[in-house]
């Protein structure tokens, strides 16, 4: 018995061996016939400060909801594979990609040549500006540069962030920073600070949605240039960026992008 089965073993991994030597001329059923597994669709972890409405916010659920997400579902539709969003704090969010915790992050992020040195991005999905929100009885603030000798209020590590340190400095005491850009505004509605500057979308839909207090806004598209928004990943993961080029360039080919954009956002003029 014992014997039997061993040479019929050995005979068998002789011929499995003989056969390969054959290379694929040969009759032998072919590897894939073999596993006629189903196709597996990769879910990959999405990370998003959802402190962002229009773009990312958490519904009555607790669930992770907004355009970015209707936006990446609808990418990943097209792309073949599935998305879990997952709340992360904006600051440190991008660690998230590098440590592996995170496949991506779809979070309003701006495109910019700093953060390309230390992650890779798909192509912009979304144009936006900075905008300033002057807090009420501010009177004297006509254009970016009036900001100068006031408190502003901003979100940590934001391009806001970034250009307002360039009119007042880096370390300027007049930079109040705060972790959300939802706590930024609060605390110009409350008069702790006479101006907030962050993405336009953003802050326009805080004001709508909010008593706010007779917060204004002010656009100044000569001191701010245009953003772009773009889904980050992991340096060097072009695989993954391929992918999320090829799903943006297929929605905004069907109209399936411009649905979204309309549904937050009215008819793209
Ligand atoms: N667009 C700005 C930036 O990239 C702000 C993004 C903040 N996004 C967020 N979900 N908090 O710096």
């Known amino acids: 018995m014992t014997i039997s089965r061993r040479t019929l073993l050995v005979s068998a991994l002789l011929s499995a061996v003989m056969l390969s030597a054959c290379g694929k001329k040969e009759a032998a059923p072919a590897p894939a016939a073999e596993a006629p597994a189903a196709p ?23 669930e992770v909801e907004g355009f970015d997400m209707d936006v990446l579902r609808a990418v990943a539709d097209k792309a073949g594979f599935k998305v879990k969003f997952v709340n992360t704090p904006w600051e440190g969010i991008f ?26 991005f798909s192509d912009p999905y979304f144009e936006a500006r900075q905008l300033i929100a002057i807090g009420k ?22 391009t806001g962030d970034e250009v307002v340190q360039k009119l007042l400095g880096k370390t300027s005491a007049d930079i109040k920073r705060f972790e959300s850009t939802p706590l930024a505004l609060k605390e110009l509605e409350s008069g702790g600070v006479q101006a907030v500057v962050a993405d336009n979308g953003v802050v326009i839909n805080y004001l709508k949605n909010n008593a706010s207090n007779g917060i204004a806004t002010v656009a100044d598209n000569d001191s701010f240039a245009p953003e772009f928004y ?35 956002f009215g008819e793209k003029k």
């Open 95 to 120: 660690a998230t990609l590098a440590q592996g915790d995170r496949d991506m992050v779809i979070s309003a992020v701006t495109i910019t040549d700093e953060r390309k040195q230390s992650m890779d």
């Open 40 to 62: 597996q669709v990769k879910e990959y972890v999405v990370g998003t400060d959802a402190a962002y409405a229009p773009f990312e916010f958490e519904n009555e659920k607790k």
């Open 230 to 264: 773009g889904i980050a990943v992991k340096k060097g993961n072009a695989e993954l960026q391929g992918k999320l080029n090829e799903g943006i360039k297929a929605i905004k080919a069907d109209g399936t992008y411009d649905k979204i954009y309309a549904k937050y």
């Open 137 to 158: 009885g501010v009177t004297d603030v006509k254009k970016f540069a009036d900001l100068k000798g006031k408190k502003v209020a901003v979100q940590t590590g934001t």
